[in-house]
């Protein structure tokens, strides 16, 4: 493979990450300089051209099988043994602009100028921290909007949230992580510091060094320290407690120390790229040690033991009815947040929550799933026309019809095999999203390690002729479900709780099954919690539900569903591959041979498992014009902090 080959985008990121790193260390970017004598001027065409030199001298032909860690490690051996000496007044952002140069100039093939300045800026989150301080306010400060939250608060307990909706989203705005995704830019990779004000990832891979924001305390006024952060990683990992969430680092951590009262050293198990971009979301909140060491799980749900250290502090909370928040006036981030407080008001019926945003009571939703389906948060923005904007985030999750295999007929592969096939998605695509949901694949389509949407389409299940559903998938269908010995005609119960579009949903796809397969499909509709409370018992048959990734990466997917302690296999299927391959993908750092793995899993679980995929979705959040600096969000696990937002004119 030649020289110029191997700088790809995927290469080069790591290569950049590798030499950038290695000057801002040298440069010693965090450092307070002292006074120095006036310097010897620098012939930076010298070292630019020493950089230049080392880069192509890194790997001048490498052999096929090399991966992107090895050169990596070759390429920062070569530097190092070029440029021993990081010339004085060298910055690293001119060693950024080198090191572009000499890769634009080490390849025939060469990138565009846009193509290396992304890969750059995709390079500057890891290599080089954001300040934890923010920047100069830009905002107007002041007001207290007035947002609508689908669901009543369900619990308190940071670590043991098992739903975004219900308790991540009010409990969010009150704690910090040590970093996050970044809510003032649309990149999806953009991750910065939050209670950390830099970060660095050691020469091995596996350890990271944190350093805590000095002026960051907790709302009683004890500061922030490194043990609360060696606390709250252990308390999210530890296995004798509930983390349906928080737990989700357990695969990749190992440990971590206090070295001294704000600097964390943290190892990994091995090299993992989630690791990080999993550290980031809403679900890894450090907490107090001082308050939660001694309390049980039960004790850390409960209202009176909130204590966080984030941008808003809990003023009162009407169960069912509205949660307050007060700006936390000692808050550690210079000019944030730019409210004087919040007000989540629980409104769950649809119709209720067009009264309340019609009358200017609420101006936008706390969480992307509002209780609104896309097609009603589309209707509202045409009814406050001018007014105010709907925003897609995501897709934020996969919908899907779980199948109970621990009862009949489900215990029967063939069974869960036919009803994947016969499901029509693309009508239910068009009638819920007007098209603009993606196909129900097992992983997301478009994404580093799936199949395009024009590949999905092709899938048996999934594929079309004329515009109907393909009659050879009918017809499998058919014949799996005689082998199996269920008649036309054959009762099941599909439930759907009362939320968003589930209950339409399971009218849609009950028609489905009837039509095309000649099954007696009932639907019961039913509450949340009830639902759920079913749901955990095992008590359904067949259930509508959703899941939400925390992350764009196969290892949640995975981790989340397909594996059998997964948070959304319910009724506990397994798949031995399937197991070996989640094991196997965590520490795998080609994203080639992941993409294969995952592709694998994806045969699996549209021959084997138990759930029928519909379509990943794309969540509208109405937002009104006074709302300033909003994103939509990636996925339903970030930006739940709402420090960065404010309001022009007044709200």
């Known amino acids: 493979m030649s020289f110029r080959n191997m700088f790809k985008p995927g290469w080069l990121i790591s290569i950049v990450l590798t030499i950038v790193l290695l000057v801002s260390v040298a440069c010693g970017a965090d450092a307070t300089p002292s006074p120095q004598p006036t310097p010897t001027p620098i012939d930076i065409a010298a070292f630019q051209s020493a950089i230049a030199d080392a880069v192509k001298a890194a790997v001048p032909e490498a052999p096929k099988g090399v991966s992107a860690a090895e050169i990596s490690k070759l390429v920062e051996t070569a530097v190092k043994e070029s440029i021993p000496d990081i010339p004085e007044g060298v910055t690293a952002a001119q060693v950024e602009q080198f090191v572009k140069a000499a890769i634009a ?101 596996v350890t990271y060094t944190f350093v805590l924001a000095d002026n960051a305390k907790w709302h009683d006024g004890t500061s922030v320290s490194a043990n609360d952060v060696v606390f709250s990683l252990d308390s999210m990992t530890d296995p004798d407690k509930p983390r349906p969430n928080a737990s989700r680092i357990a695969a990749f951590y190992d440990k971590s120390v206090a070295i001294d009262s704000k600097t964390i ?37 409960l209202e009176e033991n909130i204590l966080g250290s984030g941008p808003f502090m809990l003023a009162k909370h009407d169960k069912d009815v509205v949660v307050e928040y007060r700006k936390n006036p000692n808050y550690f981030k210079e000019g944030r947040p730019y409210f004087d407080g919040m007000e989540y008001f629980t409104i769950v019926d649809t119709s209720a929550i067009f009264a309340a945003f019609k ?116 017809a499998e269908a058919k ?17 759907a709780m009362i939320v968003v579009e589930f209950p339409d949903l399971a009218i849609v796809v009950a028609e489905q099954f009837r039509t095309l397969l000649d099954l007696d499909i009932s639907i019961d509709s039913i509450e949340l919690g009830a639902g759920f409370g079913k749901v955990l018992a095992g008590d359904y048959e067949m259930n509508i539900l959703g899941y939400g990734p925390m992350i764009t990466d196969p290892h949640d997917i995975m981790g989340g569903a397909y594996v059998a302690a997964g948070r959304n296999n319910f009724s506990g299927w397994s798949n031995p591959r399937i197991e070996e391959i989640f094991e196997l993908q965590a520490s795998e750092l080609d994203l080639a041979v992941r993409r294969a793995m995952t592709l694998e899993v994806q045969e699996i679980v549209l021959n084997e498992s138990i759930f029928i995929p ?31 937002l404010w309001c022009d004119p007044g709200c």
């Open 105 to 205: 100039e080490s390849q025939s093939d060469a990138l565009s100028a846009a193509d290396v300045e992304n890969i750059v800026k995709a390079a500057l989150p890891t290599t080089a921290p954001t300040p934890i301080l923010a920047p100069a306010m830009v905002g107007r400060p002041g007001g207290v909007p007035k947002l609508q939250m689908g669901w009543s608060v369900g619990g308190w307990g940071v670590h043991e949230c098992r739903s975004s909706n219900n308790c991540l989203t009010p409990t969010a705005p009150m704690y910090n992580q040590l970093i996050e995704y970044n809510p003032e830019t649309a990149d999806f990779g953009d991750i910065r510091g939050d209670l950390a004000k830099s970060w660095k990832i050691g020469a091995d891979g």
């Open 265 to 301: 050293e943290v190892t990994t198990k091995f090299k993992a790229a989630p690791f990080i971009p999993f550290l980031a979301t809403e679900w890894m909140k450090i907490l107090p040690k001082h308050r939660f060491e001694r309390l049980t799980p039960d004790e850390a749900t």
């Open 359 to 474: 009358a200017g009571q609420v101006l936008s939703h706390a969480h992307p799933s509002s209780n609104l389906s896309n097609a009603d948060n589309e209707r509202l923005a045409q009814d406050r026309l001018g007014k105010g904007e709907v925003h897609f985030a995501g897709p934020i999750g996969i919908i899907w019809t779980h199948m109970n295999h621990n009862v009949a007929p489900f215990d029967d592969v063939r069974v869960r095999r036919a009803l994947i096939l016969a499901n029509h998605r693309q009508p239910i695509i068009q009638f819920f999203s007007k098209g603009r949901d993606q196909l129900g694949a097992p992983f997301q389509p478009g994404s580093w390690f799936g199949l395009t949407e024009a590949e999905v389409a092709e899938l048996p299940g999934f594929r079309e002729l004329n515009g109907e559903k393909h009659p050879d998938d009918i």
């Open 479 to 495: 014949r799996l479900l005689a082998a199996a010995g269920v008649e036309p005609g054959t009762k099941i119960a599909l439930q």
């Open 614 to 644: 519909h379509y990943w979705t794309m969540r509208g959040m109405y937002v009104d014009n006074r709302i300033r600096n909003f994103n939509p969000p990636p996925t339903d696990s970030h930006a739940l902090k709402m420090e960065h």
